[in-house]
């Protein structure tokens, strides 16, 4: 497919398309891998990567880059910084080495529909996941079955076919326990809500509120909840799908974010925690930790680094990987003004902005049309995987990404049935082992071929 070795990125976080620089290469077999651009160099070596970031915006280094940031630069203690990395935590193994691996998508759980979300709790020793229409289900560890442990379906905005709103997010508070739930409610706006867990159910009346934000439009709503070793709950919003994407650049508004907050222990809402990269900024809104992304449907640390990697649902043509490297945050991904690489002709760019480019990026044309981000592999199944990231796409293609972001489209034949029925998640058990959750057909398990 020589048309996809036109794809470039945002060379280095400037504003100008750069040519290959950093880009992946698709081919376009159902059973093909990615190659890397002969002549690749990673976004963060790329010129312009040492300009110096505009006001309280970090400094678009790469994953991996050990240049101190400049002056001015938050740079909080992020996820992972207080808890040092594992050292068993396997590396990412080199492209080759994923390169020709064989596996398959097992069907591990069939009962359960509209699945999009779940997490193991080793505390309660079980699953929890979660369905757009508004439940919440208990799991055994083997997922032998499912159990409904709560029903907010009279709340949440009622199931259409094609629609982005409903219950998309889970998260347990590592701190006392509580479960959290980011929903659309039955007037389209965003709440987050935690309740205390009773005997491995959640318990109605300690509901709390911690946070709601109006939504300006229906589609767009992020949706994940992800607690970081400090305290802080990371939550995932789109642009909310009213602006044609412009609220996504408007630091006044939570829209197109990545937010970090620390919930109250004893009360509804929360803290904005000190170190957050705007707080000082007149007219920003505090509880943006990164900004410029569209509909940040998936995000989740990489249990080595501690780096974040933030799966944001593209427009009409590009699906992307953006990276958050541990210990910073600022970074604007450039949504609207950029879809990906492609710059959308918008104009506007404030002078100074930085833009972080995607480490990783493929089009509609090419593969399919929305990411679904993943989770790395920390399993024994498939040894050759193991500290691998894997991603995939809504219509089934999966991705593994490995060492220097190189990314490999692995070999994952559809089922015989047809097809994977809408991917929407990518979740890690206890054993590190790896689950696709789907609108149609339930939980496959990845396993080898
Ligand atoms: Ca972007």
Redesign the pocket.
Known sequence: MTSARNLGVLAGGLVVLGALAGVQVLTDSDAGVVETAPDAVAPSAAPGATDPPGPGVTEPSGPGATDPPGPGVTEPPGPGATEPPAASLPARPPASQLQGLALRAEPVLTELRNLTGMVWNAELGAFYAITQDGFVHRLPPDLAGSEPVMDLSGEVTALETGSERGLLGIAFDPRDGRMFLHYTDRGDDTNVVSYAMVDGRPDPSSRRLVLFVEQPGLGHNGGQLLFADDGGLYVGLGDGGGSRGRDAQDYSKLFGSVLRIVPKLDAEGYDIPADNPHVSTPGYRGEIFVK??RNPWQFTRDPATGDLYIA?VGEDTIE?L?VVPAGTSGQN???YW???SLDRGIGGIPAGLQLTP?VFEYRHDQVGPAIVGGQTYLGSAIPALRGAFVFADMTGPMFAMGAANEVVRLDVPRPAQGDFGVMTSVAAGPDGELYVLTLRKGIYRLLPR
């Open positions: 410029g992304l944001d992307e953006n991904f450039g949504w950029f879809e990906g995607p």
